[in-house]
């Protein structure tokens, strides 16, 4: 796949140009690196096959059906336990670890071997985000009707404005207008606030470890497109890249993809090898969005891990 700048000219008008952009940046990336349009155009296809999806009650909702699934199946889950050391868990024939390089190393590092080590510390993180959320009296007063109605709204502008966001926070500088990622959950599920009330939820792009407060800045953005946005705002709640790293440690310096998504990355998530998942330790796999297909709630990265998993220890399986 082209860069996005280039798959952009093939739009004719300007809204189409600025509407992929707003789907290509969730490739985290400078819209000139080479194969970044992969991203938007998977993006821009399950959005006009299925829709984007909510998931009724919040993304808990998912996980809780996924464990119940699991649990019906004899399976068994032990939660709010961190793990430091690979010491800590069961004996077993596989673990897979749902963390990034740098984790595994913490936690494992002293059975993987100082040249598999070496190369997962060459992995390379991507840019952070700057995330609200907010409870809102009403919803947001968006001008344009069709915002009015959508689970996810982009801001930034024209192509150029979010492409020019993109390219000078991917080098370490703050955008003053930011591209904002805007979702609306509760305009679509009535169980996310309390009756008459709103919540939504926006994020920027930062660079990889800011913590500068880009609060103003994104409410900035979202009051030019909606005005009277910032009155109906009851409560705010931000998180800094590395507050979303405390509260998740796979969000290195606030990278929520798992690691950069460039086209060196994208396949080769975290090392070049003919399977990512397993590492050089018997029985030690890694099962996150730092292997391939890399970020999403796609959960696929865990489907082939699981696959890696079960081909070794009984034989191809189908
Ligand atoms: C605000 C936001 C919105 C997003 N929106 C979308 C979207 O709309 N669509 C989409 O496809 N993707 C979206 N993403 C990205 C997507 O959520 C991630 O790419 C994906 O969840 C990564 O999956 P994962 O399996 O690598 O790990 P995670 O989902 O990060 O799960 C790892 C889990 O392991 C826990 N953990 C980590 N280390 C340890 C440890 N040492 N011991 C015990 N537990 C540990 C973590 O707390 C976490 O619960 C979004 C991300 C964010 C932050």
Not at 160 to 168: A, Q, R, V
Not at 265 to 285: C, D, E, H, M, W
Request: hydrophobic share 35%; proline share 6%; aromatic share 10%.
């Amino acid at each position: 796949m082209p860069p996005i700048s280039w798959t952009a000219n093939r739009f004719k008008t300007k809204q189409a140009r600025g509407l992929w952009a707003g789907v290509a940046a969730h490739a985290v990336q400078p819209f000139n690196n080479i194969a970044s349009s992969a991203i938007g155009l998977v993006m821009t296809s399950a959005a006009h096959i299925g829709g984007w999806p909510i998931v009724e009650g919040g993304s808990q909702s998912l996980a809780n059906a996924l464990a119940s699934y699991f649990i019906s199946l004899g399976g068994k889950i032990q939660t709010s336990q961190f793990v430091k050391s690979i010491d800590e868990l069961p004996s077993s024939k596989a673990v897979l670890f749902d963390v990034g390089p740098r984790q595994l190393i913490s936690i494992a590092g002293n059975k993987l071997g100082t040249s598999y080590i070496s190369r997962l510390k060459k992995f390379k993180y991507g840019m952070g985000v700057f995330k609200i959320d907010w409870a809102l009296n009403e919803p947001i007063p968006f001008t344009n009707k069709h915002a009015s109605g959508a689970g996810t709204v982009h801001l930034g502008n024209t192509f150029e404005d979010i492409s020019y966001s993109e390219k000078i926070t991917s080098e370490g500088r703050h955008s003053d207008k930011p591209y904002v990622l805007l979702s609306q959950p509760s305009l679509f599920d009535k169980t996310r606030a309390p009756e008459g009330k709103h919540t939504a939820w926006a994020y920027c792009h930062v660079p990889n470890g800011s913590q500068v407060d880009m609060t103003d800045i994104i409410e900035n953005q979202v009051e030019s497109v909606a005005p009277g946005f910032k009155d109906t705002i009851l409560k705010r709640s931000t998180f800094n890249t590395m507050q979303m790293q405390e509260y998740n440690p796979n969000y290195v310096g606030g990278d929520v993809v798992g690691g950069l998504q460039n086209l060196a990355q994208l396949y080769s998530r975290p090392v070049l090898s003919l399977s990512p998942y397993r590492t050089p330790a018997k029985g030690i796999y890694l099962c996150s969005a730092s292997t391939p297909p890399g970020g999403g709630v796609h959960g696929l990265c865990g489907y082939y891990a699981a696959k890696q998993v079960l081909k070794d220890l009984f034989g191809n399986v189908h």
